[in-house]
């Protein structure tokens, strides 16, 4: 008789656990969220248990969340590839998924046309040029890859430069009269020699030489959020320092495939080029929310 009962216990506790984990799941409030093509969106979701294994689940991957008073913050993205459709993420906790808590509206943005005149030789690549191309493509990918699970930064990003902008993100791009494609990044005017510093505290995970972008460096800023300074004529910061915000990457150029000098920054999430303008916007919202 005496097991029985604990047997009933122990059903009785299941029952209620599983009845308390699905209620929860469905009570859930759920956080609507605009986003536009190209764009970044900062994620401010109320919930009271700490897990540092958390994750939102969206159309685009799962995007890396931290917990800072009481809610759990993150930057989802939506490609410049976009399909224009609307979608759900879920708040996953230690590979536990708590079900639907954001409600994501997409919206569409117009991109102008800039026809571009470059040496024909970094349109149409020898074998030896595309080989060099994927090379560099594998490496980048596993940089992009092995990002730091917190973020390295504790205040918003700022714009590398405030010089005149040549080419906005999103601009698709005809070069030489012929070949088409877009621009994932932004341009900001400056002549040969200008200090460039980094938008945002981070670490150097990559400093060289790149084919397109020439003379490049890479920052790591945590949670899978890294800024690229492309097409520099000198670099100044090592592989695997750490560099606070403002600190200078090197000097602006005009090496890689570029019709002058300027300096090209891309800001890459998950995998995905997003408007640098747009990170810039959502950063400046924490400690706000």
Known sequence: MKSFLIIISLLSLISCASSKMSSSKIALPIVNVDIKVGEVAK???????????????????????YYEDGKYHAYIIESYFSNLESYKCSLE???????????????DRPFPIEQLHVNPKRVYLSKKDQMRVRNEQAMLNAIYSDSASAPLFSEGFDLPMN?????HY????????????QHL???FRARVGLPIPTANNGRIVYSGD?????????VDHGVNIFTVYGHMSKLGSE????????AILGLSG???????PHLHWGVKILGHYIDGASMVRESKAIGEK
């Open 170 to 181: 999103g601009v698709k791009r005809v070069f030489n009269g012929k070949k088409k494609g």
């Open 254 to 260: 005009a090496t890689g495939r570029v019709s002058g």
């Open 93 to 107: 906790l230690s590979k536990v998924d708590l079900g639907t808590v954001l409600s994501v509206s997409v919206y």
């Open 239 to 246: 592989l695997g320092e750490y560099v606070p915000k403002g």
């Open 43 to 65: 994620v401010d979701y109320l919930y009271a248990d700490y897990d540092e294994d958390a994750f939102f689940v969206c159309k685009w991957g799962k995007f890396p969340a």
């Open 185 to 187: 990044g932004t341009d």
């Open 163 to 167: 010089s005149y902008i040549t080419s």
């Open 210 to 218: 790149l084919f397109y972008t020439g003379k490049t460096v890479i």
